[in-house]
């Protein structure tokens, strides 16, 4: 069955400190990997996407993402955290030869202590 | 910056009635989609709409759940007979583009509550 897993349901971080998020996945094929945070109240927003080529991808608000397809990850970075950067965090796939149905994770809730 | 508007924010029915979930994608996108979040789960997939027709449906979304655009601006997901395990955080989404590579914008929700 395809998957997406986030072990770890929070994260601490102190602020100016790096932060990681994980995120690795199971499905058939190279998938389309994306990350969207959620703040209160608010939908999912769109912070990047793995496509294809560079394995590092820079999206929004200084956030990153290392594609590393031999240990199937996808994990969001950023070097400095910032107390605004408190959210919860989505891992997504979408299977190349799945059309749209895009299959999230479980979610991270991302906690940075000023 | 545009966004994808949904209403109600909270809708609260009793089980067997129907409830019309609204939703405004960005007003350029062609693509729209439905997803649910029970509590404490993962976001689910529902629908993906093209065209005034499904392109594609998980198996969550049976007999009971209907879409439809009709008026060139919504995008509604109708609940038939509404049951207790349909209780969950409802999100429209929209793209812009055909490529399954797209990134989808998500609206802010409704949490229904059945009862």
């Known amino acids: 069955a395809q998957s997406v897993a986030q072990p770890e349901d929070q994260v601490n971080v102190a602020e100016g400190n790096p932060l990681t998020v994980k995120c690795t996945y199971s499905v058939s094929g190279n998938p389309y990997l994306f990350w969207y945070v959620q703040y209160p109240n608010r939908g999912l927003q769109f912070l990047l996407k793995y496509i294809t080529g560079d394995n590092l991808v820079k999206g929004s608000y200084g956030f990153e993402a290392e594609f590393n397809k031999s240990q199937t990850s996808f994990h969001l970075k950023k070097p400095s955290a910032l107390v605004s950067d408190s959210a919860l965090y989505f891992c997504?796939?979408?299977?190349?030869?799945?059309?749209?149905?895009?299959?999230f994770g479980a979610g991270t809730r991302l906690f940075v202590k000023a | 910056e545009p966004e994808v508007t949904q209403t109600p924010s909270h809708q609260v029915t009793q089980m067997g009635q129907e409830v019309i979930l609204r939703c405004v994608p960005i007003s350029n996108h062609l693509y729209f989609y439905w997803y649910r979040q029970i509590l404490g789960q993962k976001v689910e997939f529902l629908v993906s709409f093209y065209n005034n027709e499904i392109s594609e449906k998980s198996e969550i979304f049976d007999d009971q759940f209907s879409v439809e655009r009709p008026d060139g601006s919504n995008f509604t997901l109708k609940i038939r007979s509404t049951k207790l395990e349909d209780s969950a955080m409802y999100f429209c989404?929209?793209?812009?583009?055909?490529?399954?590579?797209?990134?989808?914008?998500f609206g802010p929700g409704t949490r229904l509550t059945v009862l």
């Open positions: 989404a929209s793209s812009a583009e055909r490529g399954f590579d797209n990134e989808q914008f």
């Open positions: 997504a796939v979408r299977p190349v030869t799945g059309g749209f149905k895009t299959i």
